[in-house]
């Protein structure tokens, strides 16, 4: 079946820190990543997605290139702000699968002023 | 993007009743919808799939008779949480699929249930 790991938090940095979050994926055939955000109290966003191999999801300085010989769709950004402190959820979904999304553990961020 | 709502945001019941929790999409007709649970600082389970007009699709360990959901329209789901205990206590969150943005899911802002 699918899954997907994504490191463990809480991840504290400073303001205007470089940013890492990983995520590796197993699945079956060819699935769509997809990285989402939850703020305190809130439902998820999406925050960037990639259908296919090498595409690269961007958006809010946030950046993950689906990497298919790595299985991995790493989030990153080049200098977080206080704003940013959330929980980012890595998750996959099949067109085989009914489109059903496979979610990550959930790794917290937590930026420091 | 599409808006996806649910109602109500929080809800405190007693042990006991049943609590009905209900999901639309504002502006879009969605013939697939999903609800999660959260458990406090975990990842999201799928609970169900809903799909209009016929019955829900529940996931392996998930008693259909205690979380009874219905997708009556094209834009709105409900989940009842029937016979509720303090272990059903949880953040429940609902998605819809829009088949217009290549059947990406749009997730409501969820529902906080606490059983006393």
């Known amino acids: 079946g699918n899954s997907v790991t994504q490191m463990e938090g809480p991840v504290t940095l400073s303001e205007e820190a470089f940013l890492t979050i990983n995520c590796t994926y197993t699945a079956t055939g060819y699935p769509s990543l997809f990285w989402y955000v939850q703020y305190p109290g809130e439902g998820l966003q999406l925050l960037l997605k990639a259908t296919k191999a090498d595409d690269k999801g961007s958006n809010k300085g946030f950046e993950a290139t689906y990497r298919k010989e790595t299985t991995s769709f790493h989030l990153e950004k080049g200098s977080v702000q206080v704003s940013d402190s959330a929980v980012y959820f890595c998750?996959?979904?099949?067109?085989?699968?009914?489109?059903?999304?496979?979610f990550g553990g959930g790794t917290r961020l937590m930026v420091k002023p | 993007g599409a808006v996806v709502s649910q109602h109500p945001s929080r809800v405190i019941c007693k042990s006991g009743t049943s609590v009905k929790i209900e999901c639309r999409s504002l502006d879009f007709q969605a013939t697939t919808m999903f609800w999660y649970r959260q458990f406090p600082k975990k990842s999201l389970m799928l609970m169900a799939t809903s799909n209009e007009g016929s019955k829900a699709t529940y996931e392996q360990g998930v008693e259909k008779d205690k979380f009874l959901i219905n997708h009556a329209s094209l834009t709105l789901s409900t989940l009842t949480v029937t016979s509720a205990h303090p272990e059903d206590s949880s953040f429940y969150i609902c998605?819809?699929?829009?088949?217009?943005?290549?059947?990406?899911?749009?997730f409501g802002p969820g529902t906080r249930l606490t059983v006393l």
């Open positions: 998605s819809a699929e829009d088949h217009q943005s290549y059947n990406e899911q749009f």
């Open positions: 998750a996959l979904s099949e067109r085989n699968a009914g489109n059903m999304l496979t």
